[in-house]
């Protein structure tokens, strides 16, 4: 099992970049008193451990098969990669909605709001950089396929995860800016209060589409629908498998495990028809290397 070196790449883009932002938002927050900002700052602090998470979830999942899991660890990653998701919705998303509530209830004047402007301006370039670092990783996977399409499709929990975070970040982060900049124009707190509201309802909604996605994983979906395309092709195209009857796929973290049903040529002996499906395997692993486990059944129709 082997994790992709690009989305080890981008989960350490947004690391240091929400580490640093994290640091930056927080003194802003406390000179200040925006609560748009506070928000904020604990969203890049939940962001900073929800990768620490995500690493610690890839590094599990390339353990190797034993008595207790013989397929191995690889969808340990969905499990960490949800987690993240119920973080951001829960310390994030609610944490900011109940922050900006009370910030509804009881207005405060936001203090030296060039600081927070300063902070905020920062944190937009430096969630850019984290999220172009992402978009390397995505436009590698997507295929031709839209930015909706790849999220709805995708397998790779992790890098789904990064560019969800990445994008609410960013969209947080306009939206803080306007607020502090509305507040700080017309002196009225509200502004930034509500900013916080709003910051909350986009982290909780983008949360909740990154746990549905997740959660297919979670309950085993298969390959991504152009590779499941690809390799029946790859079968119905070999000169030895006479017809396909059935392909059977499961998403297992990096690793994909495989059942085949096809009708064979004939081969004129027991052995003949054994080393013709060796073959077949063999090659059928090197066009797809994700594929850890490969079974292949032999039969003459179609009876299930």
Known sequence: MSA????IRSILFALFANLAIAIAKGVAAFVTG???????????????CNQLLLLFGMKQSRRPPDKEYPLGYGKSIYFWSFLVAVILFSLGGMFSIYEGAHKLAHPEPITSPMIAIGVLIFAIIAES???WGCMQAVNKERMGRTLPTWFRESRSSELLVVFGEDLAALL?????????????????????????VIIGVLLVGIAFLMAVEVKALLIGQGVEPLVEEKMKAY????????????????QLGPDAMVAVKARMRPTGSEDDLINTINHVERIFRETFPMTTWLFFEPDNADDD
Request: aromatic share 4%; charged share 15%.
């Open 172 to 196: 947080g982060l306009a939206l803080a800016l306007l607020a502090v900049l509305a507040s700080a124009v017309t002196g009225n707190p509200m502004y930034d209060a509500f900013g916080t």
């Open 4 to 7: 992709k070196p690009d989305s």
């Open 235 to 250: 079968l119905r195209d070999r000169p030895e498998v006479d017809h396909l009857y059935k392909l059977l796929t499961l």
């Open 34 to 48: 925006s609560g748009a900002m506070l928000a904020e700052a604990i969203h890049s602090l939940a962001d900073s």
């Open 129 to 131: 950089i984290s999220l």
